[in-house]
């Protein structure tokens, strides 16, 4: 995930939220292309941070969150179709939508802790808003990496199928879901989400981000990463 692919990405939400309700789609499918869904942030754009102060990095930590949680925005249901592995901000981007199906095979995790910085694109709210304490814990203080059926069973999606049935099941959700009255399911959105909560979690995220992109263990990171050892976090 770079800085490119989410203003891109927010131009076509902004595009959908522009469209009259004429020809509005009645749902969105968000999947990836190739069996991939998303390994998260790109690693030359973490490695940037490191590089740059605790000001600049916040305020582009918040506006990178926005680029890509701009699909919450939108008043009609989103399927995500995650047909491979999502990983950190990947993994964030399922839990925006309404709905998810993952793929058995795939493997799912927010390893933000593992790569010495305090989780973001929302996941630390999101995730304790949707499922509690308990299971938010278990998937950011541990960085566990689940697959999907691991995942359907803890509650995180809402079916997990072979990866090649991913796609063809969120379009039978879609349709499900295009059935019902479009005007209700646009207030039920309004309804379940609290933009105001969010908006202030990633706030908080960001400056916690911010705080570890110019500690010595995110350099460690970067470094391990570069040499492909794992990292030794000194706390510094």
Do not use: W
């Not at 595009?15 to 968000?30: A, C, D, F, H, Y």
């Not at 930590?61 to 047909?83: G, K, Q, T």
């Not at 709905?99 to 933000?112: H, S």
């Not at 998937?139 to 995942?151: K, Q, S, V």
């Amino acid at each position: 995930m770079t800085r490119e692919m989410g203003l891109e990405f927010k131009k076509i939400i902004d595009g959908l939220m522009e469209t009259s309700e004429k020809n509005k789609p009645r749902v969105i499918i968000l999947t990836g292309k190739n069996d991939i869904f998303s390994a998260g942030g790109n690693f030359e754009l973490l490695k940037s941070f490191s590089t740059r102060d605790y000001e600049t990095n916040k305020k582009t930590m918040f506006e990178f969150y926005n680029l890509f949680l701009s699909v919450r925005s939108l008043d009609i249901p989103v399927i995500c179709a995650a047909n491979g592995h999502a990983i950190g901000a990947g993994f964030s981007l399922t839990f925006a939508c309404d709905i998810r199906v993952f793929a058995n095979e795939a493997k799912y995790q927010f390893n933000f802790v593992k790569l010495g910085i305090h989780p973001g694109m929302g996941s630390s709210y999101i995730v304790k808003e949707l499922f509690g304490t308990h299971i938010a814990n278990r998937l950011l203080f541990l960085a566990e990496t689940l697959n999907g059926e691991e995942a359907f069973r803890l509650g995180l999606c809402n079916d997990s199928v072979p990866q090649k049935e991913v796609l063809g099941r969120a379009t039978e959700i879609a349709i499900a879901l295009s059935e019902s009255a479009p005007l209700a399911l646009s207030e039920l959105k309004k309804n379940t989400y609290d933009k105001e909560k969010l908006e202030a979690a990633l706030r908080k995220e960001a400056e916690s981000q911010a705080r570890n992109f110019i500690s010595a263990d995110f350099k460690e990171t970067i470094k391990a990463i570069e040499q492909k050892r794992k990292p030794v976090f000194k706390g510094l």
